[in-house]
């Protein structure tokens, strides 16, 4: 039988289908690791959030018993506004770990789609392959019949009467 003659695309067609399942792997490997820094930062952020009142009393404590300056009380609400700073800088890491965490999901759910995409356009060569291979061995089969019903039979010069007399 001759070899398939779209042969070399399903090649090309089942490397770019493993290929597409490497990226779904990728993928699902960095949107783990964004949900882990998600995790993280939260966490950062929700001590934080405790620690902070704790500070802001203890800075509090320090200037409470004591007569005030104007530059002890400047120096209070810079130590206290620079606390609340360092919260926000806390919640806008956690805001860009979301935006990764999802531009994440937008990519898995990409690569499966572009996988799926893969997957079918190797199945419908692969199909056309089958159907191929069926329709070359049945006419390979028909030749082959066909030559030899073009081979003449050979008869025997016996003569059967002869034979059993």
């Known amino acids: 039988?001759?070899?398939?003659?779209?042969?070399?695309?399903?090649?090309?067609?089942?490397?770019?289908?493993?290929?597409?399942?490497?990226?779904?792997?990728?993928?699902?490997?960095?949107?783990?690791?964004?949900?882990?820094?998600?995790?993280?930062?939260?966490?950062?952020?929700?001590?934080?959030?405790?620690?902070?009142?704790k500070r802001e009393g203890i800075l509090y404590k320090k200037i409470s018993h004591k007569k005030l300056h104007k530059e002890d009380l400047e120096e209070f609400k810079t130590r206290v506004e620079n606390l609340i700073?360092?919260?926000?800088?806390?919640e806008q890491r956690l805001e860009k770990r979301k935006e990764a965490v999802k531009k994440a999901e937008d990519d898995v759910a990409q690569a499966r789609t572009n996988l799926i995409e893969?997957?079918?356009?190797?199945?419908?060569?692969?199909?056309?392959?089958?159907?191929?291979?069926?329709?070359?061995k049945r006419a390979e089969e028909a030749f082959w019949e066909k030559e030899s019903d073009d081979i003449p039979q050979k008869t025997s010069n016996v003569d059967m009467n002869s034979v059993f007399e």
């Open 85 to 90: 700073e360092r919260e926000k800088d806390h």
């Open 118 to 136: 893969a997957s079918k356009r190797t199945q419908k060569i692969q199909e056309h392959k089958e159907i191929w291979e069926e329709d070359a």
């Open 1 to 53: 039988m001759t070899e398939y003659p779209l042969g070399a695309l399903l090649r090309v067609r089942k490397i770019r289908e493993d290929h597409a399942q490497n990226e779904l792997i990728k993928t699902k490997a960095k949107l783990k690791e964004a949900e882990k820094q998600q995790r993280k930062q939260e966490t950062r952020l929700n001590a934080y959030k405790k620690w902070r009142p």
